[in-house]
């Protein structure tokens, strides 16, 4: 692979329902995050990783959870879907966090039903 | 709060030049960033701008003003590729980007 990946490209899911959204990166950035993106709005941040082994919150993280055991991945996880989770994820990584530029993936549509 | 404002929709013709203004207020401020994003797609990054000034790549050039907390995004000889959304983001002092909800850029034959 190059670059960054997503998994799954799409999802309906119940609510109610556990969801796992996979991002791989093989670029070895040490920064990772998951935005979302809605309508009129701009990208808001989820959950970001400055490197392995950290985590912290970004803008709308409740209902969401990360994890980031090695360089390479970082999953977000929807313990318990609901209608409002509905939306388009990107999985982003840049080389540190600072003022790098960010890639994303191709993103997740997600429809919560 | 934070606030990152851009025009929603802007029309051009093919061939023209268009600027796509950006307004921000944010909690410090660590560079701004320009991206597009074709419809059903990922963005992807157009411009980095952390110094006042104007910077030129091509057919495109972003400018700052830090002091107005101002930035534009120019498109020289548009063409129908063009057509996308223009993300301005900017990065605050966590290190954050606060990102704008984007302007749809239309262009015409």
């Known amino acids: 692979i190059a670059g960054i990946t997503q998994a799954p490209t799409s999802q309906i899911l119940a609510a109610g329902r556990r969801m796992t959204l996979r991002c791989t990166q093989d670029?070895?950035?040490?920064?990772m995050y998951w935005y979302r993106q809605d309508l009129g709005l701009g990208l808001r941040l989820i959950h970001y990783?400055?490197?392995?082994?950290?985590?912290g919150k970004g803008e709308v993280p409740d209902g969401y959870s990360v994890s980031r055991a090695n360089t390479d991945d970082f999953p977000l996880t929807l313990a318990s879907a609901v209608p409002s989770q509905t939306s388009v994820y990107f999985c982003?990584?840049?080389?540190?966090?600072?003022?790098?530029?960010?890639?994303f993936g191709p993103g997740t549509r997600l429809t919560v039903l | 709060g934070q606030n990152i404002d851009q025009p929603t929709e802007m029309t051009a013709t093919e061939g023209a030049i268009v600027q796509i203004n950006c307004t921000y207020q944010?909690?410090?401020?660590?560079?701004l960033f320009w991206y597009q994003q074709h419809a059903g797609e990922a963005p992807t990054f157009l411009s980095y701008?952390?110094l006042d000034g104007l910077e030129e790549k091509g057919r495109f050039s972003s400018f700052l003003s830090r002091s107005k907390g101002y930035s534009y995004l120019l498109l020289k000889e548009l063409q129908m590729k063009d057509s996308a959304s223009y993300l301005c983001?900017?990065?605050?002092?966590?290190?954050?980007?606060?990102w704008g909800a984007g302007t749809k850029l239309i262009i015409k034959p």
């Open positions: 982003a990584s840049s080389g540190t966090s600072g003022g790098n530029e960010q890639f």
């Open positions: 670029m070895r950035h040490n920064a």
């Open positions: 990783s400055n490197t392995a082994g950290t985590t």
């Open positions: 944010t909690s410090g401020f660590n560079g």
């Open positions: 701008n952390v």
């Open positions: 983001a900017v990065m605050d002092s966590n290190y954050q980007l606060i």
